[in-house]
Every structure is written in structure tokens, then in C-alpha cells.
């Protein structure tokens, strides 16, 4: 059973930081793309960041400069540290996992940039 635990979600003032934590199980994650995506209410899931097994990150448009994904092969953890941000930076951020040809995303923890 794959799943897919985050952890560090919050509230911070606009151009603070956050750094989020997802744990791997069930996929062989040495090989699996890891990223991120969030989702405001009402609105589609837009790919914030991945990165593959060979290290190679692709991020949105809108977090380039500011967002950093990485990766913990032993530990089986991804990881996004988000500094700068913005109102527009609120929504739900969920992990992701492709593994083959399947997907998987995680239950999503809240991230508001607010003040």
C-alpha cells in the first residue's frame, strides 16, 4: 500500500517561509518522481515542483526563484522549502508520487500566506 505522509504545513506572514515534508512508503521511491502540487477550493491542481530520481527538478513558473524541492533517498523524503511568499502562494499542497506508470498524491496540508 503506497501512502504518502506530509508534514509542515501553516500559517506565516506574506515573505516568510515554510518548509514542507512528505515520507515515501510502498513505492520503490529511489526511482519514483517526487513533487508537488497544490489546489485551491474550486479550483484545478496546478504542479508546483517535481523532481526525479537522477535529481532533475521542474518547477511552475510562479515559484521559480523561490521555491527549492529536494530529495533524502535514505529516508525516503521529499522535501519543498518555500521562502518569499505570497498571498496567491495559499492552497493546499499535497505530495506526489509517480512510480511506472501510477500516480499517487497525498492527503494535502493547508499552507496560508497571510497577514
Known amino acids: 500500500q503506497v501512502q504518502l505522509v506530509e508534514s509542515g504545513g501553516g500559517l506565516v506572514q506574506p515573505g516568510g517561509s515554510l518548509k514542507l515534508s512528505c515520507v515515501a512508503s510502498?513505492?520503490?521511491?529511489?526511482?519514483?518522481?517526487m513533487g508537488w502540487y497544490r489546489q485551491v477550493p474550486g479550483t484545478q491542481r496546478e504542479l508546483v515542483a517535481t523532481?526525479?530520481?537522477?535529481?532533475?527538478?521542474n518547477y511552475a513558473d510562479s515559484v521559480k526563484g523561490r521555491f527549492t524541492i529536494s530529495r533524502d533517498n535514505t529516508q525516503r523524503t521529499v522535501s519543498l522549502q518555500m521562502s518569499s511568499l505570497k498571498v496567491e502562494d495559499t492552497a493546499v499542497y499535497s505530495c506526489?508520487?509517480?512510480?511506472?506508470?501510477?500516480?499517487?498524491w497525498g492527503q494535502g496540508t493547508q499552507v496560508t500566506a497571510s497577514s
Open positions: 506526489y508520487a509517480r512510480s511506472g506508470s501510477r500516480e499517487y
Open positions: 523532481i526525479t530520481g537522477g535529481y532533475r527538478t
Open positions: 510502498g513505492i520503490n521511491f529511489n526511482l519514483a518522481v
